[in-house]
């Protein structure tokens, strides 16, 4: 009787995890994906340099988001939501705006 039920958990977790596997809703993907395919800034920063009361004062900052680049982001914004949904978008990358 103990195998049968460890039988019976075991194809349940496997149950489980498959669901995990399943399409999410359209809505969802939509997000997910939109964020992962807006364009991004790739590197900007300032630098600052000076005296004052006979004191050098000087500073950076520098921001790097590296780019990466998808091709033509629209169609990469299509596929993955049909990976993830199953489904085509509602409405095309264009129009989603961010």
Excluded: H, W
């Amino acid at each position: 009787m103990a195998a049968v039920t460890r039988l019976g958990m075991l194809g349940l977790a496997a149950a489980a995890t498959l669901a995990a596997c399943g399409p999410i809703p359209r809505a969802d993907a939509e997000r997910v994906c939109a964020s992962r395919f807006q364009p991004t800034r790739a590197l900007s920063g300032t630098v600052k340099a000076g005296v004052s009361n006979g004191n050098l004062s000087q500073g950076y900052e520098l921001d790097f988001q590296p780019g990466v680049d998808f091709g033509d982001p629209n169609a990469g914004y299509t596929a993955c939501v049909q990976r993830k949904s199953g489904e085509y978008p509602s409405r095309p990358l264009y129009q989603i705006g961010g």
